[in-house]
């Protein structure tokens, strides 16, 4: 059987179960902090595993401002207007959640993954009148929750990592 590779168009991002169609690209890394560790008798350093953190980019055709609105308010409010908001119990910069799914009908396999405690972190404005306008979202998150059949291999089996 030919390999066949995934194409991205068939991929989907949902930001809090909303579909959204104009998304161009999504990556997202996945770092584990490497802690040296000396040892005695030895000139090796053992490698100690971290704190992990998470951060991605999200990209996307500017179809409408439903998407950004929801992130804006925090920025806009003035100090009084985010401590009424703290009191009330109001989050005014609730994290989100991501799900990434990738499955090309023509390629072999599927996979996604949900991104938890979502935050984006940076807002740019403007257009150019020549081309499509595009956005792109810095994101950090702090969790991943992916099932155990979210990588499904050519073969049919689960791919674990």
Do not use: C
């Not at 161009?24 to 053992?46: F, K």
């Not at 999200?58 to 003035?78: G, Q």
Request: avoid cysteine; charge should be negative; charged fraction near 20%.
């Amino acid at each position: 059987m030919p390999i066949k590779p995934q194409h991205g168009h068939w991929g989907e991002l949902y930001v809090n179960a909303i579909l959204i169609a104009e998304v161009t690209a999504v990556e997202y890394t996945i770092e584990i902090e490497r802690v040296d560790v000396p040892q005695v008798g030895t000139t090796w350093t053992y490698m100690h595993e971290g704190l992990i953190s998470g951060s991605g980019e999200l990209r996307i055709h500017k179809a409408h401002s439903d998407f950004e609105s929801s992130f804006l308010p925090y920025v806009t409010l003035s100090p009084q207007q985010l401590r009424a908001a703290r009191d009330a119990g109001t989050p005014v910069r609730p994290e989100t959640t991501i799900k990434v799914a990738l499955d090309d009908p023509r390629g072999i396999g599927r996979e996604y993954e949900t991104l938890t405690g979502v935050k984006f972190w940076q807002y740019t404005g403007g257009f150019d009148a020549s081309s499509l306008v595009g956005r792109t979202w810095p994101f950090s998150f702090t969790g991943i929750i992916a099932p155990p059949d979210s990588r499904i291999a050519r073969n049919g089996s689960v791919t674990l990592y």
